[in-house]
């Protein structure tokens, strides 16, 4: 199952009412434990708070032979505090967790897990179950950690890297029609997500992408992209794939092929990707194109900082700020929509440096910006190996309010918000109907929280 982050955690609020991005890996699971017929029911509650607060009664009553939590650090007391409520006797050594959260082991064996399996889990949890089942040991099991008769942490060596070309298509039979990311203003509905590679070969310090899921990256055969791409738009009805790679299409002639692919197969669709700023080089201009050609309306860039010096103390490269000079206004005028996003409170960050984010972001004039506070992440060199005295010293409330005053300054003071909003009405007016139905919800939310009488202690 998947949980939302835990009460209270900071910004939770953002993926529950805007980014309603479908969770992809459990679907990879279901679809490999149903291939080898096992039954799996997904409970997903990744934007649901109240089943997820309700969700130890449905356990406890539906009686499972085994339970897996996917877990992130924000998520992982949440995870705890199902596992509290669960019946001890029916699930005891049955409850399994998977996600980054196991990048913190600790953690997880703390929230009342059995067994945790460390990374890419789509051929490990079939080993897994033949565990259970009694076929092997489960030490003979790769890639997990639990403890042994005597209360020892045993933890497997790794489990081999699933081969890109093997991994078969998600089971969406679970599928909520409101899934959509609202700050994402090219997206429509049916909304799916689609990874087309595993693996990040940057390594930013304040990031465990490129930790939990390795430094090669693994880009999967074209076809078989194309086939996942093909079965949603026909099967399931897409007219949106958001592409969650941490970097889309690192090799050109990658790009080229599946381009042509999709107009191969005339899968009419829009999509969104993410980009590094040093992504195609040179030849920028030729693959947005082609990106624009292709049905592709979005691509999002993590910026995280104008400042060289900081750029480089994160282990990224001072000269992106200059490439994002370029690509920005090249993919704005082929009407690509362009996101920029930049992290506060960066190793190195001061009121000036903020500031210099906020003065480039409207130089370059990307559609969308985002600007949110580091978030410290367990298993980052930023966390786990960088001295203390590396980290900025702005607070985390003064971190908070330099994110709103950048918001109301980039979009109120400096124009964005009239520049989103033509680029919407432009190019995606059915964006604007989405967005009321959030408005509501919101503006639900504000009303219940002027009536609680919290409000009036
Ligand atoms: C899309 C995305 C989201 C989406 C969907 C999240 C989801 N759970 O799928 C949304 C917008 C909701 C989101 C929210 C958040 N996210 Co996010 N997100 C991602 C992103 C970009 C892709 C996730 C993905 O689909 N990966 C591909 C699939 C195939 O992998 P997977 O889901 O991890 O599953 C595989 C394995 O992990 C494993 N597995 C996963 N679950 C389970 C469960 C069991 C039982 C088993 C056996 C195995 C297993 O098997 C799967 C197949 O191999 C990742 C970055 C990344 N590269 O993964 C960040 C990432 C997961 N997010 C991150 C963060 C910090 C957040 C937020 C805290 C942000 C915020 N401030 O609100 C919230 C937390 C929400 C929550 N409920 O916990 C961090 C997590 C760091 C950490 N140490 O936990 C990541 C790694 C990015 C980063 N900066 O490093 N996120
Ligand atoms: C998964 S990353 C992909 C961006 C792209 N790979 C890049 O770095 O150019 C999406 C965004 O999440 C944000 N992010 C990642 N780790 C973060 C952290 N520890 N705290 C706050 N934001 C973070 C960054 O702004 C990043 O651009
Ligand atoms: S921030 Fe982006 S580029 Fe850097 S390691 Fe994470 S996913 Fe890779």
Redesign the pocket.
């Known amino acids: 199952m998947?949980?939302?982050?835990s009460e209270g955690?900071?910004?939770?609020f953002?993926?529950e009412t805007f980014?309603?991005?479908?969770?992809?890996?459990?679907r990879?699971?279901a679809a490999a434990l149903k291939a080898c017929g096992y039954s799996v029911d997904l409970l997903d509650c990744?934007?649901d708070q109240e089943r997820a607060r309700n969700l130890a009664d449905e356990l406890n009553a539906c009686r499972y032979d085994l339970i897996?939590?996917?877990?992130?650090?924000?998520?992982i007391l949440r995870v705890g505090s199902v596992v509290s409520r669960l019946d001890r006797e029916l699930y005891r050594g049955r409850l399994?967790?998977?996600?980054?959260?196991t990048?913190?082991l600790d953690d997880v064996f703390d929230a009342g897990i059995d067994v945790a399996?460390i990374?890419?889990?789509?051929e490990?949890?079939v080993s897994?179950v033949r565990a259970y089942e009694g076929r092997t040991g489960f030490d003979e099991v790769r890639g997990i950690a639990f403890h042994d008769e005597f209360d020892q942490r045993v933890v497997t060596p790794p489990a081999a890297i699933?081969s890109p070309g093997r991994l078969s298509i998600p089971d969406w039979s679970v599928f909520d029609q409101l899934s959509g990311?609202l700050l994402e203003i090219s997206m429509k509905r049916p909304y799916y997500?689609v990874?087309a590679s595993?693996g990040?070969p940057y390594h930013c310090a304040y990031?465990?992408?490129w930790k939990?899921?390795g430094s090669r990256y693994r880009g999967r055969p074209v076809d078989r992209v194309l086939d996942e791409v093909e079965f949603l738009v026909r099967t399931r009805g897409a007219r949106y794939i958001r592409f969650?790679d941490?970097v889309f299409a690192m090799r050109l002639d990658w790009l080229d092929a599946f381009c042509e692919g999709l107009r191969h197969r005339d899968l009419r669709l829009s999509w969104g990707i993410t980009l590094h700023p040093l992504t195609f080089g040179s030849d920028r201009q030729r693959a947005f194109r082609m990106l624009k050609d292709s049905g592709c309306k979005l691509v999002n860039y993590g910026a995280q900082s104008s400042d060289p010096t900081i750029l480089r103390t994160i282990g990224r490269s001072a000269d992106e700020p200059a490439a994002l000079r370029e690509a920005i206004p090249m993919a704005n005028d082929m009407g690509l929509a362009t996101v920029l996003t930049y992290i506060f409170g960066l190793p190195g960050d001061d009121r000036d440096t903020i500031r210099g984010n906020i003065e480039f972001a409207v130089a370059v004039r990307p559609t969308l910006v985002d600007f949110?506070p580091l978030?410290y992440?367990?298993?980052?060199d930023l966390v786990d190996t960088m001295p203390m005295e590396v980290r900025c010293a702005l607070t985390t409330a003064d971190l908070s309010r330099l994110c709103r005053d950048a918001f109301l300054e980039f979009y109120g003071l400096r124009g964005g918000a009239l520049r989103a909003a033509w680029f919407i009405l432009r190019n995606n007016p059915e964006w604007l109907a989405y967005a009321s139905r959030a408005a509501g919800v919101l503006l639900g939310l504000a009303a219940r929280r002027a009536v609680s009488p919290l409000n009036r202690v």
């Open positions: 998947y949980l939302p982050a955690h900071p910004y939770a953002m993926p980014q309603k991005r479908p969770g992809l890996g459990l990879y699971l990744l934007f897996g939590f996917s877990a992130t650090h924000a998520s399994v967790a998977g996600g980054p959260a990048l913190q399996v990374g890419e889990a789509d490990t949890i897994l699933v990311d997500v990874m595993r990040c990031c465990v992408a939990y899921w969650l941490d949110h978030d992440l367990p298993g980052s």
